[in-house]
């Protein structure tokens, strides 16, 4: 089994390494992309809540959640987004799918461990602008960051768990630009390729305690340092014409190496506290702080564009009818909503690019054990058509499966 779960980890590696666009939003064109969810569809539909751990679930958010694990967890998520962009005068619509992670838990006694990959930037974006009337410039790009991580949790005690996890992050994204000139028979085309790599950690810690006779009280903190992501860059320019279906014939080319760089990605904070009655309802909130790094001017020079530090605010929760009913399946339906609302930390033009989403969702379950699939919805804004800038609205509908089973049983005789 477990060889097996290690080859769908390596294809999933190399599909997301070969096929990374999970946006397309223009956004994305700065630094290193849009910042995906690095959770689970369960965290998502609530909020994107880092806070929760259990014995049956992976929390991929916080590593202290592998020491929780009583049975074996694997889980797989994908996402299909809806999105409309506009700015002042015009709009345009589309929809993307992505595959966004895979991982598997294994509990062994007080300790637990996990492994698998997640995507964590995603670029992608086309872009026209019209710069008079002879001059033209077309703006494409894709990629992004991923990880591939090992983490460990420990149960200190009844009330205490602890975690550390290890990230190898990975990627590539290539910028490519276009100058077409009225009455010049050749275009310029200019592309950018970065592949990205680096290591990092992040510690966890989750507080659990019983503090009346049904009532709950939860406890969560992750940090994760701030660490240095190398860009190895190359660049090529290209004289080329344009074919009536959009192909691009070469005339002539030349490739140059860029210097390395290297990205200070910034440093993050997640403080979490919530409620709840065990196994029946939960509500929380969590706030995350990330100080300004030096990653959105990395790959491409604007001068009206900054990083600052960015912060999120997140509500969120479950209700469960009756976890253990005979008799009605929709009493053992975990159901989940939240909101969320963002300082995604990018300013352009002196203003800032702010981010909100309303999300809810549902945990079937399926098979034996405590297996379930869970299906979210968010509905979410980002940007603002004010200030010459572009807001995009989108609709996400985000599928996964939580598959429980139990690898390590103990064999008696009579």
Same mark, same amino acid.
């Given at each position: 089994m477990i060889k097996k779960i290690l080859v769908v980890i390596l294809a999933f590696t190399a599909i997301i390494s070969n096929a990374?666009?999970?946006?397309? %939003? &223009?956004?994305? =064109?700065? /630094?290193? +992309?849009?910042?995906?969810?690095k959770g689970t569809v369960e965290n998502r539909s609530m909020g994107g809540l880092s806070i929760l751990t259990d014995s049956i679930h992976l929390n991929l958010q916080n590593p202290s959640s592998f020491g929780e694990l009583q049975l074996t967890a694997y889980t797989v998520g994908t996402s299909y987004s809806n999105f409309n962009i506009s700015n002042e005068t015009e709009s345009s619509s589309g929809d993307i799918a992505s595959l966004?992670?895979? *991982?598997?838990g294994i509990p062994a006694g007080k300790f637990g461990f996990g492994f698998g990959v997640i995507p964590i930037t995603s670029v992608g974006y086309r872009l026209n602008s019209v710069e008079d009337d002879d001059t033209e410039r077309q703006f494409t790009g894709t990629g992004g960051l $991923? #990880?591939?991580?090992? *983490?460990?949790? @420990? #149960?200190? $005690?009844?009330?205490?768990?602890?975690?550390?996890?290890f990230n190898y992050n990975f990627g590539n994204i290539e910028n490519k630009s276009i100058?077409?000139?009225? +009455?010049?028979? =050749?275009?310029?085309? !200019?592309?950018? %390729?970065? $592949?990205l790599s680096s290591f990092s950690v992040s510690l966890g810690v989750n507080y659990k305690k019983m503090i009346t !006779?049904?009532?709950?009280?939860? *406890?969560?903190?992750?940090?994760? &340092?701030? =660490?240095?992501?190398? *860009?190895? +860059?190359?660049?090529?320019?290209a004289t080329i014409v344009l074919g009536n279906n959009g192909q691009e014939l070469v005339a002539e080319r030349q490739e140059t190496e860029l210097e390395d760089r290297e990205i200070d990605l910034p440093?993050?904070?997640? =403080? /979490?506290? +919530?409620?709840?009655?065990p196994k029946?309802? @939960?509500?929380?909130?969590?706030?995350?702080?990330?100080?300004?790094?030096?990653?959105?001017?990395?790959? @491409?020079?604007?001068?009206?564009? !900054?990083? #600052?530090s960015a912060s999120k605010f997140k509500l969120g929760g479950y209700y469960l009818p009756k976890y253990n009913s005979l008799t009605s399946y929709f009493s053992r339906v975990v159901y989940r909503a939240?909101?969320?609302?963002?300082?995604?930390?990018?300013n352009i033009n002196g203003n800032s690019i702010d981010e909100f989403g309303i999300s809810f969702g549902v945990g079937l379950p399926v098979g034996r054990l405590f297996s379930n699939a869970n299906i979210g919805f968010e509905y979410g804004q980002r940007g603002t058509t004010s200030f010459g800038l572009v807001k995009e609205e989108f609709f996400n509908v985000s599928l996964s499966l939580s598959l429980n089973d139990k690898w390590f049983r103990k064999i008696k005789f009579n």
């Open positions: 990374q666009e999970g946006t397309s %939003s &223009p956004y994305s =064109f700065y /630094g290193i +992309g849009i910042q995906k969810f966004d992670y895979l *991982a598997v $991923n #990880k591939v991580f090992l *983490a460990a949790g @420990f #149960k200190v $005690n009844k009330n205490l768990s602890v975690g550390l996890d100058l077409r000139r009225t +009455g010049v028979q =050749f275009d310029t085309r !200019e592309i950018t %390729s970065s $592949n !006779e049904d009532l709950e009280l939860h *406890a969560s903190v992750v940090s994760t &340092p701030s =660490f240095g992501l190398t *860009a190895e +860059g190359s660049r090529e320019l440093a993050e904070v997640k =403080f /979490g506290s +919530g409620i709840g009655k029946k309802w @939960f509500v929380g909130a969590e706030y995350v702080y990330m100080d300004s790094g030096d990653n959105m001017n990395a790959l @491409f020079v604007q001068d009206n564009v !900054e990083s #600052k939240g909101f969320r609302y963002e300082e995604t930390g990018l």
